[in-house]
Every structure is written in structure tokens, then in C-alpha cells.
């Protein structure tokens, strides 16, 4: 049985592939700050709703004016 905060705390493997980028490239932004994500024991966890928080205002700053 899964709780609910798990099911919304996403692993580095589960990004990258989300992503559609490597599991380092990942790590590298998780420990930068530049993606939201926190570190629990030895592990990087990334919330979901933050993270497609994250992707949109990415698309927005791309976004033509």
C-alpha cells in the first residue's frame, strides 16, 4: 500500500525519464537547485505537482512575447 505523499515524491530514474534525459543530468540539476527537489536520507526526491510547476514556467519564459 502506497501513502499519499509517495505517490507524489518522484525518484531521479522517474524524471529522467519523464524528461527524457539522462539520470545524471538530473542529479546535476536536483543538486543545483535549478529543478525543485529535496533530499531525503541519500536519496533526491522530486514533488510531481512542483515539477510540472516547474516545466510551465520554463515553457512560458520560452514562450514568444
Do not use: G
Not at 502506497?2 to 527524457?20: C, G, R, Y
Amino acid at each position: 500500500r502506497t501513502t499519499p505523499m509517495k505517490e507524489h515524491l518522484l525518484s531521479i530514474k522517474q524524471v529522467a525519464d519523464f524528461l527524457n534525459m539522462s539520470e545524471r543530468s538530473v542529479y546535476r540539476l536536483a543538486r543545483d537547485r535549478k529543478i525543485p527537489a529535496v533530499k531525503i536520507a541519500s536519496s533526491w526526491r522530486v514533488p510531481q505537482k512542483e515539477l510540472r510547476e516547474w516545466i510551465a514556467a520554463k515553457l512560458r519564459e520560452k514562450a514568444p512575447a
